[in-house]
């Protein structure tokens, strides 16, 4: 951020007409928003993460590329920095500009989906949830790849990645993206593609955000799988030396190839003593019926029988997208009203040099140990990226501004307040830290392993390392062209 952002930004929240002024801008432009002080702020405001609370200087809900416009000259004209609020998930509660002040440009009321059947494209306005994205695709024998969990926004989700349990075999959310929508700094309209805005559409295909407000995305879409069916495995009370091995081989296993229609994700929980974790393994199969056990019969070869197994689903695509949702609902009506409180750390593990032995007993010795301990909710979830057959990891790490393709293993390393509500224990930080460290202190010092941009952690240092590795400078470059005031300005954007 250059010091003269820093002075104009500070400068217009010190003047309290500004917000008098933005008022009547946006409702001489006929835009509903919502204001400090008004009735509906509070809800308005509310972060999905407790941990914060922030006071933006206006959420405003445009229902048009053209008042989207309308809202970042507005913007321009008070001084204020302008965010983007798509599903409204941001672990730092980016959404709302990730501090005091911002003007959120809540997506909510772009809600439309066009389905092009003859040529199998969608166009997907960014305020839909991946609930509505699911079912209104699978109406039309259609699909994309994207997340687990129904209630995210589309617009955050592939913006910053996206990867779901179909990534191995389409890529990740932002890769079947061919035009992008969007409304730059200056209040222009859009449509940018790999042949008409290179540079722009490069960025925004990894680092949105902090180049533009995206106001929809038009997509190549995928045949659904004719069959599809989820796998839980469990092993409970694990002794943590038993668990690291299992760790171990599991990335044996995939850094052998699984098939691309096969995807599968670790999560690591405490057990019910000291010295012990629960380890339990979700799959999912989007092959030919009656393969997805012979795929993951080598790992299950040299695991112990677990304590308790199952197929999940009916067989259909649609059916295995919502097992996999939580709470097993594509439905989004309520999402506003999902909160939480925690703290969030991620590590993405390069292929080419995946972690030892020695790490992995490392990891669920801490987990074992000090996790018992932990005043907190708390669980370490390993998903699979990568490995030989993994679309994401055939794109070179430099196409997109999204980097880390060649990953092996993506950990979310997650913890909440025990009830979920503020406030958040001091050492739930530390904890969260020590649990990396396990990992990262048993490898060389120069392992190159990054951090996911959907997972995003405002304690973490050298992020711009680590999110975007070698594509940093480009994306600087970039920022400055496009956004010299510096209005789209949040923690951990790119800056100019």
Known sequence: ????????????????????????????????????????????????????????????????????SSIITAGLDNNLQVVARGGGHSYVANGLGGKDGSLVIDMSSMKSITIDSGVNTAIIETGNRLGDVALALNAAGRALPHGTCANVGIGGHSAFGGYGFTSRQWGLALDPIFAINAVLANGTIVRTTEDSDPDIFWALKGAAPSFAITTSIEVNTFAA?????????????????????????????????????????????????????????????????????????????????????????????????????????????DAAASTSTFYAKSIMTPEGDPMTLEACIALTEYLANQGFFSNTNWFAEVELYGGPNSKISEIANDATAFSRRDTLFTFQL??????????????????????????????????????????????????????????YARLRSIKDHLDPRGIFVFPTSIEE
């Open 1 to 68: 951020m250059t010091c003269f952002t820093l002075i104009f930004f500070a400068t217009a929240l010190s003047l309290p007409f500004v917000f008098a002024d933005l008022r009547s801008s946006l409702t001489s432009a006929g835009i509903s928003a919502v204001f400090p002080g008004d009735e509906s702020y509070t809800a308005a405001s509310r972060a999905y993460n407790l941990r914060f609370t922030f006071e933006p200087a206006a959420v405003v809900y445009p229902t048009s590329p053209e008042d989207v």
């Open 225 to 333: 799988p004719t069959y599809a069916i989820v796998m839980n495995y469990s092993w409970s009370d694990v002794d943590y030396k038993a668990a690291g091995s299992y760790l171990y081989s599991f990335q044996n296993f995939s850094l052998s190839g699984p098939a691309s229609p096969f995807a599968g994700e670790l999560v690591l929980s405490r057990g019910s003593q000291e010295g012990l974790v629960s380890f339990v393994f979700t799959g999912a199969w989007y092959g030919d019926e009656g393969s997805a056990i012979p795929t993951l019969q080598p790992w299950l070869d040299v695991m112990p029988p677990p304590s308790s197994s199952s197929l999940v689903g009916n067989g259909s695509y649609i059916d295995s997208v919502a097992e996999l949702s939580l709470p097993n609902s594509l439905n989004t009506s």
């Open 414 to 471: 997650h913890a909440s307040s025990i009830n979920g509500l503020p406030p958040y224990p001091e050492e739930g930080f530390a904890f969260l830290d020590n649990m990396v460290n396990s990992i990262t202190s048993n490898m060389p010092p120069t392992w190159n392993y990054g951090a996911y941009t959907n997972y995003l952690d405002d304690e973490l240092q050298n992020w711009e390392k680590l999110y975007f590795d070698d594509n």
